[in-house]
């Protein structure tokens, strides 16, 4: 039988986790699954073994990675049923959830469900991407919160945005010194929404802190154009990248290269459940369509960086705010209550939101990022360059899951994950069409890969529920 919950949360990050806490709070039976063994998100991954068994670890990460032991603690604390450890392959609209955890099948049924899955970091797909060695930088960063130690040096950073000069800082922090390389920018970038930056005074001080611990270390982001990730052969470890730098071709040798262009939604859960998906010309994804308290189905409540790129802190709010909607649909509290509690909350998300806009208009994507060369492999499951999507857009193909037919595109392990939104961006490009008429790929259950044992588990838990196929999603 189905184990029955007033609300299932999915992701133990600082929204899953605020979320539950303010739920437990107002009575609501929470169960919280998480496919991490540990509460923290990515934002503050691995921070309780980092107290535990590397203290001296939580001061080179810096204190904003430390300012997550509180929440981790208050999660721990409250009366919540946390499972750790496991993964959710299928969602369904009438609130069935079917999750595997240690080769086991479980099977939930909820009155209300909220994804709090967080963001992905956005694929920054240049020749030589796909050669080991070649890491994002939440890549790396997370090598320092698990283990404390970073990959194989030399470390080159390329790309843009502020996880870069944390990065930057925090290897600093653990004895290596980074070479930080930029693709152009408008000196300007940002003028255009500076006012944001009264929303988020604190947030000012850590990256001006962060560009002066680069400057006292001699590091100075360099701008560059084309560039190439070397390494010995076709498919060997990268060894360096060489990019034009003031008209000149340079080389920078790299037995690691970092790379990043910002993060957006992670969308798959979503978008099995067939959620309205809005483009974001600034942020150039799509974001789920929700209401103000992150709602978007009968069941369904979405919230952190799944609901919108935003910083933790936003995340932190729009989870109490997803737990006041739902205490509030399931006839815990009544409308006055909820708008009552959710004043400051949503005082506090418009403020930052301001700081949001800001960084937005100050890092933007490279087009070179999202629109790569003919050559450059796009999916990395598949081998399929932007090249081919081009030829199959002047063939006819109108849409991704076309693109996927034809491809093979977005049919490997990721299941689309890397090149959606490239697929998305080069299509609307040779069609001329518009991002949001292109869509993306349809996404269908499991999610993720499951053994026949895990399915076997699932079937005889789940036989009260009547599982409804998900909706189509998103077109093209």
């Known amino acids: 039988m189905a184990d029955r919950v007033d609300l299932a949360v999915i992701g133990a990050g600082p929204a899953g986790m605020a979320a539950a806490v303010t739920a437990a709070d107002l009575g609501l039976d929470t169960t919280v699954v998480d ?28 204190p904003f990675y430390a300012a997550g032991l509180a ?16 993964t959710v392959w299928r969602i369904d609209p009438d609130g069935g959830l079917l999750a ?22 956005r694929p920054v797909p240049v020749p030589g991407w796909t050669r080991p060695g070649v890491m994002t930088a939440g890549g790396i960063q997370g090598l320092l919160k698990l283990i404390g130690a970073p990959p194989a040096g030399p470390i080159l950073l390329y790309g843009t945005g502020p996880l870069l000069l944390q ?83 340079r080389r920078f040798p790299a037995g ?39 709602r978007t189905g009968e069941t369904l409540w979405i919230a952190g960086d799944g609901a919108g790129v935003a910083g ?44 949001r806009r800001f960084l937005d208009a100050r890092y933007p994507p490279a087009a070179a990022h999202r629109r790569p060369a003919d050559p450059v492999t796009i999916c990395r499951c598949e081998g399929v360059t932007a090249g081919e999507v081009r030829a199959a857009a002047a063939l006819g193909c109108p849409g991704p899951n076309q693109a996927k037919a034809w491809l093979r595109c977005g049919m490997g392990p990721c299941q689309g994950r890397q090149c959606a939104l490239t697929v998305t961006e080069v299509l609307a490009d040779a069609l001329g069409r518009p991002q949001q008429a292109i869509g993306s790929y349809r996404v269908r259950p499991p999610l993720v890969p499951v053994t026949l044992g895990e399915l076997a588990d699932t079937a005889s838990d789940a036989a009260d529920l009547p599982l409804a196929t998900p909706a189509a999603g998103p077109t093209g």
């Open 71 to 86: 929440p981790v603690r208050r999660f721990r604390a409250a009366a919540i049923d946390y499972r750790p450890g496991t």
């Open 167 to 249: 990065l930057a800082v925090q290897l600093l922090a653990f004895g290596v010194k980074p070479t930080l390389l930029t693709p152009p920018s408008s000196p300007w970038a940002g003028l255009t929404a500076w006012s944001g930056v009264l929303g988020g005074p604190q947030l000012v001080l850590k990256g001006l802190g962060f560009l002066a611990t680069l400057r006292r270390a001699g590091i100075r982001p360099i701008t560059v154009t084309e560039p190439v990730i070397l390494g010995e052969g076709a498919d060997g470890p990268a060894t360096a990248l060489e990019a034009r730098v003031a008209g000149e071709r």
């Open 256 to 294: 690691t290269v970092g790379v990043h262009d910002g993060v957006v939604p992670h969308p798959q859960a979503a978008r099995l459940l067939g959620v309205p998906e809005r483009w974001n010309p600034i942020r150039a994804c799509f974001e789920p369509v929700l209401d103000p308290f992150g």
């Open 35 to 62: 496919e991490q063994a540990a509460p923290g998100g990515q934002v503050w991954r691995g921070i309780e073994a980092v107290v535990r068994d590397r203290p001296d670890d939580l001061g080179r990460l810096g």
């Open 100 to 121: 595997s955890r240690s080769g086991r099948g479980l099977a939930l049924r909820a009155r209300a469900i909220l994804m709090a899955t967080g963001a992905m970091e």
């Open 312 to 355: 933790w802190e936003v995340a932190v709010e729009r989870g109490r705010l997803a737990a006041l909607g739902i205490a509030h649909a399931l006839g815990r509290i009544g409308a006055a209550d909820r708008d009552g509690r959710a004043t400051r909350h949503r005082r506090r998300v418009r403020r930052l939101l301001g700081f």
